[in-house]
């Protein structure tokens, strides 16, 4: 499916100050530089349309969230999630509302180059592109290759949690991790809402609602490096 282009996005993005325009020159620098506190980094790679992130934010203030999306008219939605409308008809970021959250529109290949080693305690993967033919693995955010760039990034006790409804994908990220000489999965389902244990505080997407409610089982696997 196409995506359709939205011609205000970059335009409302430029004016936010929640939208990091220059996310390179924080690598290393994100609790001093941006959040301005200690408070453990976590990120969302694909946001989407914002709705999981956005609820974290206000459940737990006292974690830093990033939200990563790659295309300005899908992480706008995001942001007018965020933003208020003015007496005017226009938008503006609430600077007083959640202020623990940040976006970046970035492509998640150039994660080692915006997050220094040791610096995002924890990544959300939720309902992923499958990237379905087999010559495009590579860029599944579930890959080998993804999994070494999060390593790059992580602290030593850092995790990975991913979702998905998509069994084929989440097959394929099982063979990838119980291959690997560098990570292992520490916790798996393939019916994540019937398990009482995994699904306890789960914080559900708009994609998860939507497969969720067609009866589609979602899986869920949480990745930790080996000891």
Not at 10 to 39: H, Q, R
Not at 85 to 105: E, K, T
Not at 109 to 114: C, F, K, N, R, V
Not at 169 to 194: G, P, R
């Amino acid at each position: 499916m196409r995506l359709r282009n939205i011609p205000r996005a970059d335009s409302v993005l430029a004016a936010c100050p929640f939208v990091i325009k220059e996310p390179y020159k924080y690598c290393g620098k994100w609790n001093t530089d941006v959040f301005k506190n200690e408070n453990p980094v976590h990120i969302e790679i694909g946001m989407g349309k914002g709705q999981f992130l956005l609820t974290l934010a206000a459940k737990n203030p006292q974690i830093n969230y990033i939200g990563i999306e790659r295309y300005s008219s899908v992480l706008l939605r995001a942001v007018e999630r965020l933003n208020t409308p003015l007496s005017d008809g226009s938008v503006s970021c609430a600077d007083d509302n959640i202020n623990n959250i940040r976006f970046l529109c970035v492509d998640a290949a150039e994660l080692p180059q915006i997050f220094s080693s040791g610096e995002v305690s924890l990544i959300y993967l939720n309902f992923s592109d499958p990237w379905p033919k087999a010559r495009h693995a590579r860029r599944r955010l579930t890959s080998k290759e993804y999994f070494t760039r999060y390593d790059a990034i992580l602290t030593a006790d850092g995790l990975v949690e991913f979702k998905t409804d998509n069994r084929n994908l989440f097959d394929f990220s099982v063979e990838q991790l119980q291959t690997s000489k560098t990570w292992q999965i520490i916790a798996c389902t393939y019916d994540l809402h019937q398990d009482s244990l995994m699904n306890t505080g789960n914080i559900m997407t708009e994609y998860e609602a939507k497969f969720s409610s067609l009866g589609n089982p979602i899986c869920k696997l949480t990745a930790a490096r080996l000891p």
